[in-house]
């Protein structure tokens, strides 16, 4: 009996333990994932949060850029289209082309990168890309580069109609394409800027034709005979000298937009006809040509006719070397081009297609009033 006793006092306390290991097992389970579960939660708090706490900082950027009315706009200088008072989403690139052998591509070159500077704080990148010279071989080669930079925009000189075939490449790559000065209306370009050229031209001849009223000997001097813009000159000039009765037009010569090539050309025209009685320099290099007048000593006796109130004839047309200088805002054709590209890209707001930009006719009488800040 007291073994059978002993036994059963053993079994009991081993049940006794084994519900003892038991409860105790229960509570590691039943309180262990509690901390678990807060281990978890709690980096989740700060991730769900961060988003939050970082929308405030990316939208910052939208307002961090100059006003468009409180844009510093240069000297003399009427900017024709403000841009839209907004950033891009995202980064957006612009390429602006123009030829740089002249001091017209030089005023160009000023619009240009003053939009660069303007469009800076707004997520847009300006590239301004020089070109040596009008060979359309050189201009496609650029606007083919840029479409495989991928550009979103391109802005350029339409120097010919040889350039056609490239700019729709560009825009069948969904580039927008603005051409200024020459305008390419073959092409699917987005809009024009500039000057009508051949209207000038005309207004060109009906300064040689008040100075010559009866009859004598001109002679023009274009920048080059494939550029559309020239031509549009150099035709418009010849459509009124042509019905002068006794107006003699003793030739046409190139100068590639070069003042010394004018210097000398006009040199060797005045050689040949020292009885010469106008001379019109429809593009570039007038500076040149004004110069060989008044060192043979003809500038009283010939009317000399050009394009573009720049540094470098203002004072020809002030002393009257020059008699007539037709200006074309070369300021705004760089600028304009690509701040409406802008414009379209952020906000797709369109502009007109085109864009033709009246005439200013300096003279010796308005030249200082029209533009004072080449006097200052």
């Known amino acids: 009996m007291k073994t059978r006793a002993k036994w059963l006092a053993m079994m009991m306390v081993m049940v006794l333990g084994v519900s003892t290991l038991m409860a105790g097992c229960g509570g590691k389970s039943s309180t262990e994932p509690a901390p678990a579960e ?15 706490a970082e929308a405030p900082e990316a939208e910052a950027p939208a307002g961090d850029f100059v006003p468009a009315a409180d844009l510093e706009v240069p000297a003399g200088k009427t900017l024709r289209t403000l841009p839209v008072d907004q950033t891009s989403e995202k980064p957006i690139r612009i390429a602006s082309i123009c030829v740089q052998n002249n001091p017209w591509g030089a005023a160009v070159m000023v619009g240009q990168n003053y939009a660069k500077e303007v469009l800076a704080d707004r997520n847009c990148t300006v590239d301004v890309i020089s070109v040596e010279a009008f060979e359309a071989m050189l201009w496609t080669s650029t606007i083919e580069n840029c479409i495989a930079s991928k550009y979103d925009a391109i802005c350029i000189f339409g120097v010919s109609d040889e350039l056609n075939p490239v700019v729709d490449a560009a825009t069948d790559a969904g580039i927008l394409v603005y051409c200024f000065n020459g305008d390419l209306p073959d ?3 987005t809009a024009w800027f500039g000057m009508d050229d051949y209207a000038a ?18 002679a023009i001097i274009t920048g080059d005979f494939a550029v559309t813009g020239h031509e549009k000159r150099r035709t418009g000039c010849r459509s009124i000298t042509d019905e002068i009765e006794g107006l003699e037009l003793v030739g046409e010569y190139q100068n590639d937009d070069d003042a010394n090539k004018a210097y000398s050309l006009t040199t060797d025209i005045i050689t040949a006809n020292p009885d010469l009685n106008a001379l019109y320099v429809t593009a570039g290099g007038p500076s040149g040509a004004a110069q060989a007048l008044e060192d043979a000593g003809k500038a009283d006796q010939v009317t000399l006719v050009c394009h573009d109130v720049l540094d470098a004839v203002a004072d020809y047309i002030a002393n009257g070397t020059i008699a007539v200088a037709i200006d074309q805002d ?5 600028y304009e081009p690509v701040v ?10 369109d502009c007109e297609e085109i864009n033709a930009y009246d005439a200013v006719i300096a003279t010796p009488d308005t030249v200082k009033e029209l533009f004072p800040e080449l006097f200052e």
């Open 330 to 334: 070369p300021f705004n054709q760089g």
């Open 340 to 349: 409406c590209a802008f414009n379209k890209l952020v906000a797709n707001q």
């Open 201 to 218: 031209g005309v207004t060109a001849g009906e300064t040689i034709k008040e100075a010559v009223p009866d009859g004598g000997k001109y």
């Open 187 to 189: 092409t699917q370009r």
């Open 38 to 52: 807060a281990e978890t939660e709690a980096p989740a708090a700060p991730e769900a949060e961060e988003p939050e």
